[in-house]
């Protein structure tokens, strides 16, 4: 068999295929950081980063209250009726209708909460950065559950781009009123622009592919919406709030500077981290299937190479991570004093390297159909998270927001191990 042959082969495997289409849309998303962070450091400077990235995880984690949980419910119900067309509409209308109530909610919210958080960051500039980026909110919930609807019925090329046309939209317009005259806090209308392209996007999709019948809606589904996203409503807050913590915690604790090195030194593990979540979204709909059917023993031939491949694969990625952050921090900038994040980032590297096996099964409870559970897994991981920080920045600065993360990622992974046997009688460890 040739190259060409084998490339064909490939994408007729229907993992395979779908895993390729979203590696495209984790490129985008990794270039767009790089771009982000890059470009602003070069047009502005380590403070106007620090703010761009607190504003940021401000955003990431009030997205994820405004969306409720809907992404989960909608995502797990389209891959459950993947061929009900009829009950594919009820789904979505279900979902979408509270999104929309919820993001205007949250907008109105967040933009209200400008002297708060201008107040708790120690920077009015951080505190105007935030209230224009939760606009952003307005869309935000109905694009998400869009996207995990064409995520359920495993439409993976159309995700994939719509997931690449946001990353693009933010990195775009962030960068491009870095280079200009205006505010830097006004780059945060990245958001509002992005979710909006993105939505009406993703909802042409959806109509003009006959995804389902639109024609259907009940008010049923939207309550099972609603109470399935109340109990895994903690799933995405505290999942985002896991990844964005140690830089929130570093706000308080640090000036902008110092936020702004440790943040580009994690953009480098965001790119790593995203890999793995590239996986865990195409894992999602499968697992859902194998459990809905019975078929446990799919899963665990799925975890047996997932536990060979992505530690190989993730240490491969991270030394390249790290040399390209040496080459950036030494060789391309070095006048802005990035190196010093050379030791968190190490930190980090080795800490995501450890559990990577068993990351891209992070959402197994919530696919079985226990969103409580997986609120659980969530909270353990994220207070550990917060305990090592609190612990470790006074005494090591960035270097212990690094290892509070570290202690945060391993102590989620133990509990998902020690659930899934509970709960499924899987030991994940054997399989």
Excluded at 18 to 26: D, G, R
Excluded at 353 to 382: C, E, H, K, W
Aim: glycine share 10%; net charge neutral; hydrophobic share 60%.
């Amino acid at each position: 068999m040739d190259f060409g042959d084998a490339v064909k082969s490939l994408f007729r495997a229907g993992m395979a295929r779908n895993l390729a289409l979203t590696f495209l849309s984790f490129g985008f998303l990794a270039a767009s950081g790089i771009v982000i962070n890059l470009f602003v450091v070069v047009a502005r400077d380590s403070a106007s980063l620090g703010v761009f990235n607190q504003a940021y995880s401000v955003y990431i984690v009030a997205s994820q209250i405004a969306v409720f949980g809907l992404q989960y419910s909608t995502m797990r119900s389209a891959a459950f009726h993947e061929n009900d067309r009829a009950e594919l509409g009820r789904v979505l209308s279900g979902a979408a209708f509270p999104a929309l109530l919820f993001g205007l909610a949250a907008a109105i919210l967040v933009f209200l909460s400008e002297p708060l958080f201008a107040g708790l960051l120690g920077s009015p500039q951080a505190g105007a950065a935030v209230a224009i980026a939760g606009l952003g909110l307005v869309f935000f919930p109905l694009s998400k559950v869009l996207i995990s609807f064409i995520n359920g019925v495993q439409h993976m090329a159309a995700f994939a781009i719509l997931q690449a046309l946001r990353y693009s939209l933010v990195a775009g317009f962030a960068v491009g009123v870095a280079f200009s005259d205006l505010a830097f806090e006004y780059a945060l209308y990245c958001f509002l622009v992005a979710e909006l392209v993105t939505t009406v996007a993703a909802a042409l999709y959806i109509v003009f592919g006959g995804l389902c019948d639109m024609r259907q809606f009940g008010l049923a589904r939207v309550r099972e919406h609603l109470a399935f996203g109340a109990r895994s409503l903690a799933v995405g807050i505290f999942g985002e709030i896991n990844t964005r913590i140690d830089v929130l915690m570093l706000g308080v604790f640090l000036d902008d500077r110092a936020v702004g090195i440790y943040s580009f030194a994690a953009l480098f593990l965001d790119g790593v981290s995203h890999a793995l979540a590239m996986v865990r979204v195409n894992f999602n709909p499968f697992l859902v299937g194998a459990l809905r059917d019975n078929a446990i023993d799919r899963a665990r031939a799925l975890l047996r190479k997932t536990k060979v491949r992505a530690p190989a694969a993730m240490f491969g990625i991270s030394v390249l991570a790290l040399a390209a952050f040496l080459a950036f921090a030494h060789l391309i900038l070095p006048e802005k004093d990035l190196a010093g994040g050379v030791t968190s980032l190490i930190i980090l590297l080795t800490s995501i390297t450890l559990v990577s096996g068993f990351m891209p099964f992070d959402n197994i409870m919530l696919a079985s159909g226990r969103p409580g559970y997986q609120t659980f897994q969530q909270m353990a991981a994220v207070g550990a998270n917060i305990a090592g920080n609190l612990a470790l920045i006074p005494l090591f600065g960035i270097e212990g927001a690094a290892l509070g993360t570290a202690f945060g990622f391993v102590a989620g992974t133990a509990l998902q191990i020690a659930l899934t046997y509970r709960f499924l009688g899987w030991n994940m460890l054997r399989s």
